[in-house]
T-cell receptor
Framework: GAGVSQSPRYKVAKRGQDVALRCDPI?????LFWYQQALGQGPEFLTY????????KSGLPSDRFFAERPEGSVSTLKIQRTQQEDSAVYLC????????????????FGDGTRLSIL | GQQLNQSPQSMFIQEGEDVSMNCTSS?????WLWYKQDPGEGPVLLIA?????ELTSNGRLTAQFGITRKDSFLNISASIPSDVGIYFC?????????????FGKGTHLIIQP
């Protein structure tokens, strides 16, 4: 497709379960970002990939959160032993910028996965 | 960490009115972006600003990158019903590494018929 695709759109899990969220970036986009958006708030940065390399994971809230992009295209965000505070919309964004320097290519977002932890 | 102060939090206006919202930051950004988010969807890019002082238009939307690089505003002229939604400012300070965007908390625009 033409845009960033995320799946599933909705995910409900019981506290303690593991979940995996998928992101298909725009074809050819080098950079991929994950954000967490709590209800009524702006998105907050979680982690960043340039191709398959995870260059920044400073925003991951705990070691229960893990992201990968093994072939430099599709990415998966995994949350282990989910807690109620993990309930949020998880957004993925991609951009063409791959220089690692001054970014002048805007990020394009998917529609997110709405995660609800019961 | 960096924070963006976005105001107002919400706006109730009549169709046809002009709208103005702004963002300020305690630190410098190299890029300012404005996004619109509709319920159940991801943010959609409206305008990107790359140089201090830059003024850019996109149809009825106009945005400016502040001279100090610590602020930006977005104006919408002659609002229409489809302008309803949440508007986010975002700053990018990538300057040697790559960072995610820092977002404001959003301005919720409501248009009364």
């Amino acid at each position: 497709g033409a845009g960033v695709s995320q799946s599933p759109r909705y995910k409900v899990a019981k506290r303690g379960q593991d979940v995996a969220l998928r992101c298909d970036p725009i074809s050819g986009h080098v950079s991929l970002f994950w954000y967490q958006q709590a209800l009524g708030q702006g998105p907050e940065f979680l982690t960043y990939f340039q191709n398959e390399a995870q260059l920044d994971k400073s925003g991951l809230p705990s070691d229960r959160f893990f992201a990968e992009r093994p072939e430099g295209s599709v990415s998966t965000l995994k949350i282990q032993r989910t807690q109620q505070e993990d309930s949020a919309v998880y957004l993925c964004a991609s951009s063409t910028d791959g220089t690692g320097g001054h970014s002048n290519q805007p990020q394009h977002f998917g529609d997110g996965t709405r995660l609800s932890i019961l | 960490g960096q924070q963006l102060n976005q105001s107002p939090q919400s706006m109730f206006i009549q169709e046809g009115e002009d709208v103005s919202m702004n963002c300020t930051s305690s630190s410098i950004f190299n890029t300012w972006l404005w996004y619109k988010q509709d319920p159940g969807e991801g943010p959609v890019l409206l305008i990107a600003l790359y140089k201090a002082g830059e003024l850019t238009s996109n149809g009825r939307l106009t945005a400016q990158f502040g001279i100090t690089r610590k602020d930006s505003f977005l104006n919408i002229s002659a609002s229409i019903p489809s302008d309803v939604g949440i508007y986010f400012c975002a700053g990018d300070d990538s300057g040697g590494g790559a960072d995610g965007l820092t977002f404001g908390k959003g301005t919720h625009l409501i248009i009364q018929p």
